[in-house]
């Protein structure tokens, strides 16, 4: 089609469309009146599907992290470490006395990790007499 004849065309319609907007104005307006019921139960449904997505998205995501969460508190090696060194400052402490003062610290322990105060003393001030007094009981 030409360019001009599709100009031609175009004005036709404004033409046609003025005139019938002008002459069917009351039917016009009851016909906006009438659309507003149906277009604002479309916009409402179309808004609660997209929020009960996200709300269903955001539900999954929050239950994954706790989960995820769970898991890195069971296996996270932060905690091991800083347990394990806790241990071992309160192992170091016993093991500031004299050797008495260790040995007796040592039997009044609930449930001693004899390796790991062992360690500790091979670590610290190495003295024969704690390390035969604790290599007794690890064996």
């Known amino acids: 089609m030409n360019a001009a004849l599709k100009i031609l065309f175009g004005a036709l319609m404004v033409v046609v469309g003025v005139f019938s907007t002008v002459t069917f104005f009351n039917e016009l307006l009851t016909l906006a009146k009438a659309a507003i019921g149906p277009v604002l139960v479309l916009l409402g449904a179309f808004i609660i599907w997209l929020e009960s997505d996200e709300w269903k998205m955001q539900r999954t995501e929050k239950s994954k992290e706790q989960k995820s969460q769970g898991l890195q ?25 004299t050797v008495q003062e260790v ?3 040592v039997r009044e322990m609930a ?4 390796r790991a105060i062992l360690e500790a003393e091979k670590r610290g001030k190495d003295r024969k007499t704690v390390r035969e007094f604790l290599e007794r009981r690890v064996d």
């Open 103 to 105: 040995k007796d610290a």
């Open 73 to 97: 508190r069971e296996f996270e090696p932060q905690n091991a470490v800083e347990q394990d060194t806790t241990q071992k400052m309160n192992y170091d402490d016993v093991l500031s006395g």
């Open 111 to 114: 449930d001693p990790d004899y």
